[in-house]
Every structure is written in C-alpha cells, then in structure tokens.
C-alpha cells in the first residue's frame, strides 16, 4: 500500500489564485457594462489591447526568467492588471497608451521585481502613472457620456481612432470630448467660480459625473460581491470612502462654495474603483487587518490632497503608489498582539 | 508583583460562561460527523496480536516489568511510573508477550519504535483489580497516584499525562473545564462517548474536580450537539446532585476546541504567553479522559480501550468503534466495511491536524482519536505551489492573532530568529492558515520545521553557553591561582627585605636544619626501629 505522508491539512487549500483573479474579473463584468453603454465601444477595444499587451509581455518575461509558463499565465493576474488599466484610460485612447501602460505594468512593476507576489508597487498604478505623465493630453480626452452627446462614435470609427491615434474626419473632438467632472470642477474654482455654479454643468449628474456616478455604482455592486465572497476584506474600502467622507464634509459645510460634496467625491474620478479594485491589490497593499485601514485611510487623504492642491484633477494612482512604499513600515507598526501576549 | 503581572484579570469562577466571548479567526467547517454517528457504538473483537508501543504518550518511558514469553493477565502493567510525567502501560487482554520489536508508530511519522507484541489467549482474564465506589473517601493525592498507576493521559489527542496536570505548584485552582467541543471535522468518537455514557463523564469530572479542589465543573460541547445536551440533562441530577456540573454550548468554529480558544471562549481570558490554565485557575481536560478517570477510581480498571471514529470519503462504512489498545489500524478499517481502491492517505485525528500514517500496520494509542481515510479524488490539488501573494486570509483565519504569511517568508529565508520574534511559537499548528492559502503553500510544515531549527538552535546556544561558562571558570581558576602565587611570593619578598625578618628566617631556617639532621642522626642510631616499627 502506497500511502501519501505530507503533513497536515490533508485536504486541498480551498482558494486558488487563479479563482480569486478570477472572481476579481466576474466582479468587473457589470461595471464593463455600464462603462460599455455610457461611452460607446471603445472600452472593449482598450480591454483587448491591454490583454493582449499584458499577455504577451507576461509569456515573454517567463521566459526570459526562466519560469514555467502554464502555471503563471493561467493565474489571471496580469489579465486582472489589464482589465484595471483598461478601465482607467479614455475609451479613445491611442493603441501605444496600452503598450507604454502594459509595458511599465508588467515588466517594469511586476517582472523586474520578481513576479507575482513581489513587486513592490500596484502594477496597473504603476502603468497608469506612466502614461499620464507621458501622454497627459491623449489621457485627458474623455467622450462625453451617452446622454450628453451628439452621438457616439461607431464601431469602425472607434477602431479607427484607437489604431491611428486620429479621429475619423467625420467626428470633431470638440463635440466628442468633454472634460471630466473633476477636471471641470478644478478649472472651474480655479476660475473662482463658486461649486454650486460649476455644478450647473450638465456632465454633472446627482452626485458626481453624468455617467460616471453609474458606473461608479456598479463597481461598488461589484465590489460588494468580492466582500461577500471573501476575495477581499471589508477594511480597505471602508477606510477609504469613510476617511473621505470623514474629511471632505466638514470642509463642504464650512465652505460649500468652493469645496465639493463628499459624496461628488466619491462619485467622481476613480475612488469608488481604487476603493474595491485598486487599493485592495493583496500583493502592494498592507496584510494587518489595522494596517489594512491605515492604508485605505492613507490612499484616501492622499487623492483628496492632489485633487485639490497638486498638480492633476484625480490622485488616486499617484495616492495609491505612494502608499505601497509604505505598506511594508504599516504592517510592522500594526503587528497584532498574539495570542497570550500581555496587552 | 510578577504574579499579579501575570495574572492582570484573574478570572471569576462565576464569570465562566456567563456569556461566550469570540476567538480571532477560526473557520466554518463542513463537519461530516453525521456519517460516523449514524451507527452504534459497538465493541472492536481483541484481536489475535496486540502491539503495544512502549512510549504512548508526551514525557519518558517506564520502566519494563515484562520479559519475553510470559503471561501476562488483562489489566496488568507492563511498564511502571516512576513519577507523575511517565505514563504506564497495561495489557489490553490476556495472552503471551511475544516479543519486544520495532515496529511503526504514528509519530514520529514514518518511524519505528519499541513495541510489546502481546499475543490474546482469548480468555479475557482480568487481574486483580481495586474498584472504590465510595471515591469521595479518598484523598487528592491517593486520587492522583492510583490514575497515574492507572496510566491515564491525555485522550484528546495530545497524551500528556494526566497526573502532571493534577498535581503541581499554582495559585488557587476553582475550575475544571473538560473538553468536548471536538471541532476537527469526521472526528466523533467523544460526541459517541458523551450520548452513550454521559454518566460516566460528569463522574469523572467529579472526581478529578475532588482531586482538584475545585469548586465546578464546566463542560463545553458544540452546540450542533443537540443529542449530547440531551443525554447530558437526563443523568445530570442524578449523578452530580450538589449541582457542581454544567454544560455550556459553545458555538462551533474551527479550532475552538482547541485548549486555549476553549479557555478563550469561556472566560474572554487568554492563558498567558508561556504560561499554563493553571495561571488562570483552570484545568482543562478532555471529556475521555474524564471518563476514564471514572472507570480508573470506580471500577479500578486502567486504561486499556478507547472509542475511535474511522471516517473519512474512501470508508466504505464510517463508523465509531471501542477498540482495545494496540489494534492495528487494519484491523478498524476492515471492521468498517474497508477502504476505497485509490486510498491515497491514512491520518490520525483529523483532516486538519492530523498526523499522515506510514502504514496499516501502526496500533491504535491512548491519544488515537480518529482514523481517516482520503481518496485520491479528494487530495487532488488544481494548481502547484505558487509564490504567496500576501492576500492576508492566513492573517484573518490565525487563531493566534500571528503573521502566517510574514513567518513564512523568514523561514523560507532562513532567518528562524526573526520568525521566532513575531511568536513563531504561539502558533497552534490548527491548520486553517494553509486551508485558506490560494498559494497552496504548505505553511504548516514551514512552521513545524521552523519550530524544530529553533529548538535546535536553543539547545546549541545552551551547549556553547554551557561551554562558555566552563571555559571562563577555568580560566578564573588559573588566573586566581596565579594571583594567589604572586601574593605569597611577594609576601616572602618583603618579608625577605626587612634585614632582621631575614635574619630570623636565616636563623630559623638553619635551626631547623639542625633539629631535622639531629633527629636522622637519631633514627640513623636506631635503623631496626624504625623499620621494625
């Protein structure tokens, strides 16, 4: 009789890498929709341009480390990195925003760090800074949603655009483009206009941008089931929607003026994403259950911070980096007492 | 002023279950006991060849009392105590000892150990036994000394033996909690223990609390142990009428049978860091060995049989047997309608923390609670080991408040100090920090061998601090000698420099001298003397 003698315990691990990526994915699915419906189809050529990208950088840095492949591509992390990034760039964005993003993501995050389970800083993050310091005005040029627009572009135009990083003559990207609600709110206090005046505004939705306060919603949907399955805790996108709402109210009842909503906050830009999908990044973030708060808190105040005084209308790649690097001090000041210890 | 460090919130007998406090982490297990307890407890035959491993439990061997080829009568020791943490073993039935062998044990895994082969006369012959129904007459200590002869130990699984709990230096003990929340998935034996002789447990527990001084006796089940409350409640006033028993249902998340979540749960207390129950005033045993405790004061009877649970998806007939000491584990799966062809592992306890079993071939121990059976279809793993992802489950299932994951990455770098300060060693081994690992990283055995480079190492710093004190004593000696030399030389120096000190010295010297030759001379006068003398 053959019998097996590894130690305990004897079932196999109940999760796999493979399915929390996934999961991860499922949980995108609705937002992707949305996103889908708001600003026309150039969501989906961005997502297969930054898987593609991403793939083929990820086989290629395998094989260049001399790692197995099967195992590591089939682990969906660097599909999840893609998807990320794909979300965060403008639906029209030039072919090369993928390669430079995807590029940064997983070679220069990922691989050059180690690979999965090493890198120091959030890949898609670390991608998506990349681009918006190399390419500001192509990642500032975003459609303006369905409702508000003349008419999305078509399918054939869409592609176009992307492929040759010029809009088709029939489109002008005056009526396309819109600025986004945060970008509009800062040039607009910047122009002392009062926020209850920008608001006017009809990208302007009930609480944050028309469009992107849905979308915003289902990532939040999204984000819900990832709780509910236990792919992520609660501690992270609690910390960051409570510090935001914890600092921007006092300061939107004292100035209401010039300061927006708590909830415009959370519903513009990228935080209700960073809340669930970014700054819950395992591998860069913290792994105390407290330091897991002092990070979301930290992610938070920072992108309040830049959107209103640094130099660019949303923060949260730049607060999310700057957080990673001290992800690794959080965890040690927030060691939880073990077992038996005195308090 | 150390005590009271020790004990900053001693806790009130009263207070105990009261109401249930939370331990961190844990997990919600399928528990899968339903399929052993379906049917009835009944009694394994002796089988022909009983083996009978000399060192059963945690502490030293006894003495052998036994040679080769004698008879021996059921009941009878075949090893002797000679303090309170040495266990004695007893034969399980009467027959012949066959022979002193090595043969496979379950721990340590894979290995040999020395074991009687005791062959069944199938007589059942008892030896003289010494029953006291009247227990209440007996005192602590006599209590104490007759279950140690009696070989009792631990019987949830740890075997450490029981007279060491009962009897040592600690504050005032007030409260026995006996252990029958057995919360590892398939393992059932003391749920069949507690429906089936549940007066045989809250006797128990009377009198190891008489040995105790304690003043109650808690008992804490599961609460999905409906049938257990039950059967508890029916024989509760009759056996326990001063009411010093109570059983208390705790709620069943993985591992709060464990002795310190226990405690935890009960009290909101933790036992302190390199402490024991004992600091807390508590006493923690299983619900077995309580009820062999009774069996050992009432009827006189050690231990010699214990239920085991043989479960697990490749048994054909999940069932809990009462099974003599020393049956090889074969034996139990053929008794259980045998095992599936792909039987991929053995284990010992349960799927959690169970021990992997080298062979059909190993007896069944006072410590053997469950014997389970896994199919090849159910340790299948979808995906090799990866690198750790830092996802923080492990964090949010340790029991032990650790950092499975930060403990891992030092170990596997080797750096076994640093792993050793964030309190590698709290680390209860339960399990649920691999169960959750997306990674499949085998964490458990990273803990485990860190823990064993760690005890190494302490014991080669004790030895090269043994070897530094040694070295400075000697070298201490020498320079002291030396010193001492240098002192009386000097003295004679001075002493020499003073012209009329000298001069005495001189003198005496040469009186001396002539006092010793006078006295050869008068030897010399006399040589026969002086040989004849």
């Known amino acids: ?99 430079t993003g995807m590029l940064f993501a997983i070679v220069i995050a990922k691989h050059l760090y180690g690979g999965l389970g090493s890198n120091l800083f959030n890949p898609t993050m670390v991608g998506l800074a990349a681009v918006i310091i190399a390419f500001p005005i192509d ?39 819109q600025a986004t609600p945060l970008d509009a709110l800062r040039t607009g206090v910047a122009e002392n206009r009062m926020v209850t005046e920008i608001r006017a505004n009809p990208i302007f939705g009930d609480f944050g941008g028309r469009g992107w306060e849905w979308i915003a919603n289902f990532y939040l949907l999204g984000g819900l089931y990832l709780i509910w399955r236990r792919v992520i805790s609660w501690h992270v996108p609690v910390a960051v929607l409570a510090t935001t709402i914890i600092v921007s109210t006092p300061m939107w009842l004292l100035g209401p003026d010039v300061n927006p909503s708590p909830l415009q906050h959370i519903f513009s830009g990228a935080l209700v994403i960073a809340a669930f999908f970014i700054a819950t990044d395992p591998v860069s973030g913290c792994s105390t259950l407290r330091g897991k708060l002092v990070f979301g808190a930290g992610v938070a105040l920072l992108t309040l911070a830049i959107r209103r005084f640094g130099g660019y209308p949303d923060g949260v790649a730049f607060a999310v980096l700057l957080m990673n690097m001290l992800a690794p001090l959080i965890d040690r000041l927030t060691t939880p007492r073990a077992y038996g210890h005195p308090r | 002023m150390a005590d009271a460090e020790r004990h900053p919130n001693p806790v009130e007998a009263s207070d105990i279950g009261q109401r249930l406090y939370r ?65 004695p073993i007893h034969a399980p039935t009467s027959g012949t000892i066959e022979g002193l062998r090595d043969w496979p044990v379950s721990y340590p895994p894979g290995q040999l150990a020395a074991t009687l082969v005791l062959v069944s006369d199938g007589q059942e012959q008892w030896i003289s036994r010494n029953p006291e129904p009247n227990w209440h007459s007996l005192d602590s200590a006599e209590i104490v000394d007759r279950l140690r002869a009696g070989g009792l130990a631990g019987l949830g699984g740890a075997m450490f033996p029981t007279a060491a709990k009962l009897r040592g230096q600690w504050p005032k003990l007030h409260t026995l909690i006996l252990n029958g929340s057995e919360c590892e998935p398939y393992i059932s034996c003391d749920e069949m223990l507690m429906r089936n002789h549940p007066e045989q447990v809250i006797q128990g527990g009377l009198i190891l609390g008489h040995a105790l001084g304690v003043e109650q006796i808690v008992i804490g089940i599961e609460d999905q142990m409906g049938a257990v409350k039950r059967a508890f409640d029916q024989v509760l006033d009759e056996v326990d009428p001063d009411q010093k028993c109570r059983v208390i249902q705790v709620s069943k998340i993985y591992p709060e049978g464990g002795e310190r979540q226990l405690i935890q749960v009960l009290t909101g207390h933790e036992v302190p860091h390199n402490g024991l129950p004992q600091d807390l005033g508590l006493v923690c045993l299983n619900v077995a060995t309580a009820a062999a405790a009774c069996e050992c004061i009432v009827e006189g009877t050690p231990i010699i049989e214990r239920i085991v649970t043989i479960s697990g998806p490749a048994v054909n007939q999940p069932r809990n047997l009462v099974v003599p000491l020393g049956t090889p584990i074969a034996e139990l799966l053929a008794a259980a309608g045998g095992v599936d062809d792909d039987l991929d592992r053995l284990i010992l306890g349960g799927p959690m923390s169970g021990l992997p079993l080298a062979s059909d071939q190993i007896p069944i121990v006072k410590g053997s609670n469950c014997v389970l059976a896994l199919g090849r279809e159910h340790t299948q793993r979808q995906q090799p080991e990866m690198p750790c992802i830092n996802c923080g489950e492990c964090v949010r299932v340790c029991p032990a408040s650790l950092l499975p994951q930060t403990l891992f990455k030092h170990l596997r770098a080797e750096q076994f100090e640093q792993a050793d300060r964030l309190n590698l060693f709290d680390c209860i081994e339960c399990g649920c920090c691999a169960h959750v690992c997306p990674s499949h990283i085998p964490l458990v055995d990273y803990y485990r061998h860190g823990k064993g480079q760690l005890r190494v190492l302490g014991m080669e710093d004790a030895r090269a601090s043994r070897a530094k004190a040694r070295f400075e004593a000697r070298e201490q000696r020498i320079e002291q000698d030396r010193a001492e030399r240098r002192q009386k030389r000097e003295q004679r120096e001075q002493k020499l420099q003073q012209p009329k000190v000298a001069m005495d010295e001189v003198q005496a010297a040469i009186e001396r001298a002539r006092q010793r030759k006078g006295a050869s001379s008068d030897q010399s006068d006399h040589p026969d003397t002086d040989s004849c003398s």
């Open chain 2, 23 to 87: 331990f961190p982490g844990g997990l919600k297990l399928r528990h899968h006991k339903k399929m052993a307890c379906e049917r009835p407890l009944e009694r394994l035959p002796t089988p022909e060849r009983l083996y009978l491993p000399l060192k059963q439990h945690q502490g030293s061997t006894g003495e052998l009392l036994v040679e080769v080829g004698q008879q021996v009568q059921k009941g009878q020791p075949l090893t002797r105590s000679s303090n309170d943490r040495s266990v």
């Open chain 1, 1 to 99: 009789m053959q019998l097996t003698l590894s130690g305990p315990p004897h079932f196999p691990p109940i999760n796999t890498v493979g399915g929390i990526m996934r999961q991860v994915l499922f949980a995108l699915i609705p937002a992707l929709v949305a996103h889908c419906w708001f600003f026309g189809w150039g969501i989906l050529f961005q997502l297969a341009l930054a898987v593609g990208f991403a793939l083929a950088f990820e086989a290629v840095m395998l094989r260049l480390r001399g790692k197995p492949l099967q195992p590591f591509i089939s682990d969906y992390s660097a599909v999840v990195t893609a998807v990320l990034f794909a979300l965060c760039v403008p639906p029209l964005a030039p072919w090369w925003i993928s390669l």
């Open chain 1, 139 to 177: 990642l500032s040029q975003w459609l303006a949603p369905r409702s508000l627009s003349p008419g999305l572009p078509g399918l054939a135009e869409t592609l176009r655009a992307i492929l040759t990083g010029q809009l088709p003559a029939s489109l002008n990207w005056d009526t396309l483009s």
